[in-house]
């Protein structure tokens, strides 16, 4: 039985189209040069197509603990987001609103929801990267690592430890991490401390924001006794004022998060016993929990709430909408605390003619 070469035996993600069945069988290619030095048997994660990683038309790319740990990032989102083929709409620590606290990948601009992520070939089925510990990716290690913001902000601390053992038959690897990564708000850098608007031309910009405002954008309608054009008005000292975004605009994003919060705590195990020269059995369990927070701008009447003609606060003598920042309730927080669990058992091996089969 051949050995796997030490790239082949460290747990690599890799994204693809569509997902593999729970047994699958697949022959082996070959190089199309007979004077090739002859290479270990190397598996392409996720295409269960066993091959020499670059006999594809489209080369796999493979990067080993040793680039994740020269990267200096903290978790796998981190590492992946530096991957040019990984771009277009995924969540993560740098999405507030409506994230959940996941943290997911798109290749090559597809979605989140079009990429597979497989741990060894087998699908995981929660895709969110933060309970895949980096530490468990490729020995007894310990390692501690702090990370803080150029701004002096935005503290990450992790702490892991690795532990394992092998013989002739067999191996098992064993791991905790700890992430405690601090928020950063939106308010802390110049660059996203107020949303920028223009003057319609592109030459001046300023710190705009949202219409549903502290002030209440209040809208008049075309007919109306006060002999107002229709539009937007706010009500200051019992005049009616045409709304600004300059001047009357909330701006949303002095109370919303820039990197999110995050406690993750995992537990990872993985084995394999050579049964016998053609046959191996593998078992992989892993739990993590993750205690993740988002924080936005306080609510709004968004379905801009009606106010009738006899409202002792409408100026305006005729019935009126608004849209108004509830300012009093401060701003809506999001917060998870949730579980994941993952148990995978199976056999895989080869065929006298060279053929490979899992189950799992």
Known sequence: MYNNSKVAKAIRVAMMFGAGAAAAISAPTFAADEGLEEVEKIEVTGSRIKRTDMEAASP?????AADIAASGVTSLEGFIKQIPAINGAQLGSNVNNASAGFATASLRGLGSGRTLILINGRRFNSGDLNSIPTSFIERVEVTAQYDVTGEGDGDTAKFSIVTGASNDKGNVVFSVDYTDREEVTQA?????????????VGTETYCGGSSHSYFGRVNV????????EAGRYVTLDGKAVPF?????????AATSYLVTPVKIFSVNAASTYEISDSI????????SNRQSSQKMAPAATFWSAPVGA???DNI????????????????????QD???????????????????WDVS
């Open 338 to 356: 949730t579980n994941d669990y993952r148990v995978v058992g199976g056999l895989e091996g080869e065929f006298d003619n060279g053929w490979g």
């Open 310 to 312: 006899d409202h002792p």
């Open 244 to 252: 600004s975004t300059a001047d009357h605009g909330y701006n949303y």
């Open 188 to 200: 802390d850098r110049k660059y996203s401390e107020c949303p920028l608007w223009d003057d319609g």
């Open 316 to 335: 305006y003598g005729v019935d009126v909408s608004i849209n108004r920042r509830i300012t009093e309730g401060g701003g809506r927080g999001f917060e």
């Open 221 to 228: 309608p075309e007919v109306n006794p006060m002999g107002l």
């Open 280 to 287: 191996t059995a593998f078992a992989e369990g892993g739990y």
């Open 60 to 64: 796999v790319s493979i990067f080993s």
